[in-house]
Structure formats: structure tokens, C-alpha cells
């Protein structure tokens, strides 16, 4: 099965698509001091409920890249339903295939989604040259809580810890916030996923890509309670983006 056509019926019912809550969400929203005639731009915005978020609560006009077609319009019913559709853009594409001009964002977010830009480095760099000098820069992403990973996570070892992950997004002297998903909001998480994908199972028996799938969700949940669930985190952290750009160039595109 495609990845998005799984990550369509598994993340269905999820509003918020990561291991946070509304709280945490709603204090990244406060830090981000965010004026009506400013701009937010969030890489791999899912279901839109972060930018859809923010343009209800700030006013600021908001963009979201997305590959995910069933995600997109979802982001667009709920800013519809909100009555923010006038403060958001949803650029239904692969977020590699997306440039700006440098220093056009008053604020860049990846939450969850640095894989859409090929990992944090280059999530990092991205963001970076379209964020204005001194923008806030949210980036939501997973850390080993291991030094040393035990052997039955060979596989996360390229995972930087948490002190390693920071450090990366701080830079040189950044100040940041951060916060730790709680084992409860990963459990609420995965568990909705499964939910979602039983009900599925049960009601599309004859779908041809019913076996395949059922296979896919029982590797992510053996993953999830056998390897992930001690072994790996998630956080939300907060930086700010330097007045030094890196030496590439990007036009806007969109």
C-alpha cells in the first residue's frame, strides 16, 4: 500500500498527527508572539490543524506543504469550518519540490515531518533560508534515549539523542524551548492508529490491498511496543533562526 493511502486511514480520527497535545501546541502558538500581518510557513502540515491553529488564534497567514492528498483536504475543510480559509495556502506537493525566497517566513514549523525534506540537517538548512533573520524555528522530531542502543534497535542508532538532537537545532547560540512527549501521549498516538486501521480492516474486506495492509499494521504496532516505545521520544523544540543565511539561493515557486 502506497504511504499515503496508509497514513490517510491509519491517521483518520487523529486531529494533532504527532505524540503532543492541544496544550503543548497552543504554548508553542503563545511563544511565537505572532502578528495578523505575518507569515507562517509549516513543512509536512498533515490535517492542517496546527496552521489552521494559528490563523484562528493570530490572525497570520499561514502555508502548509503536504503531499498527502486525503490530508490536504482535510486542511482545507477545516480552515473552511474555522473560517480561516482566507489566512491559509495548502501547497498539496513534495516539499522538496517547494522553494521560497529567503527571509520570507516569519516563522517555519516542521512538526513531525523533517523526513518530508530528507531529514533534520536539510529540514534545518531549508527553514533556515526562508525564515527571517531572528524567526522562531519549531522543529518536532524523535531522540534515542540511549547513548548506547540496545541491540534490538541496530536500526535506530543514526538516531541522535536528546542532548544531540538540541544541540543540532540550536546552532551556535540559539536559545530554545523544549518539550518532551509524555509515554501517555505516544500510547494515545499509536493506540488511534490502531483503532483506525481495525475498523478499516473490518469494513473493507474486499479491498485488494486488505492483506498487505493488515501486515503493514501489525509491523508498526510489533515496532512500536517491542523497540520504539523504550527506546526512542519525541519533543518539540524551539529555535531561532540566524541572520547568517546559508550560501544557496531559492525563488518562490508557488
Known amino acids: 500500500m502506497h504511504f499515503t493511502r496508509f497514513w490517510s486511514i491509519v491517521e483518520q480520527h487523529h486531529d494533532i498527527q504527532n505524540p503532543s497535545s492541544p496544550d503543548k501546541l497552543d504554548h508553542v502558538i503563545d511563544l511565537l508572539h505572532l502578528q495578523p500581518h ?4 509549516d513543512i509536512g502540515c498533515g490535517c492542517g490543524w496546527l496552521i489552521n491553529r494559528i490563523a484562528s488564534r493570530t490572525g497570520a497567514h499561514t502555508t502548509g ?5 486525503w490530508f490536504c483536504r482535510v486542511a482545507h475543510q477545516h480552515a473552511h469550518d474555522l473560517d480561516v480559509a482566507h ?8 516539499a522538496h519540490a517547494v522553494t521560497f525566497a529567503p527571509q520570507t517566513f ?5 512538526v513531525g515531518a523533517t523526513f518530508a525534506r530528507g531529514g533534520l540537517a536539510q529540514t534545518l538548512a531549508f527553514a533556515r533560508t526562508v525564515a527571517k533573520p531572528g ?3 519549531v522543529i518536532g522530531d524523535i531522540f534515542r534515549y540511549h547513548e548506547t542502543p540496545p541491540d534490538i534497535a541496530h536500526n535506530l542508532r543514526d538516531i541522535p539523542t536528546l542532548a544531540e538532537l538540541v544541540d543540532i537545532i ?3 547560540d540559539e536559545p530554545y524551548e523544549l518539550m518532551v512527549s509524555t509515554h501517555e501521549e505516544w500510547d494515545r498516538y499509536e493506540t ?9 480492516l473490518a469494513t473493507h474486506t474486499d479491498d485488494p490491498e486488505h492483506a498487505s495492509f493488515a501486515a503493514q499494521v501489525t509491523t508498526m504496532r510489533h515496532d512500536y511496543l517491542h523497540i520504539e516505545r523504550n527506546t526512542i521520544g519525541w519533543t518539540l523544540v524551539m529555535a531561532f533562526a540566524t541572520a547568517h543565511l546559508p550560501h544557496t539561493s531559492s525563488t518562490l515557486t508557488t
Do not use: F, H, M, Y
Not at 488511534?192 to 478499516?200: P, T, V
Open 38 to 41: 505575518q507569515r507562517v510557513l
Open 87 to 94: 489566512l491559509t495556502t495548502i501547497i498539496e506537493s513534495d
Open 192 to 200: 488511534k492508529k490502531w483503532q483506525a486501521a481495525r475498523a478499516w
Open 65 to 69: 506543504i503536504e503531499i498527502n492528498p
Open 106 to 110: 516569519d516563522a517555519v514549523l516542521c
Open 135 to 137: 524567526a522562531p524555528i
Open 170 to 172: 540550536r546552532g551556535d
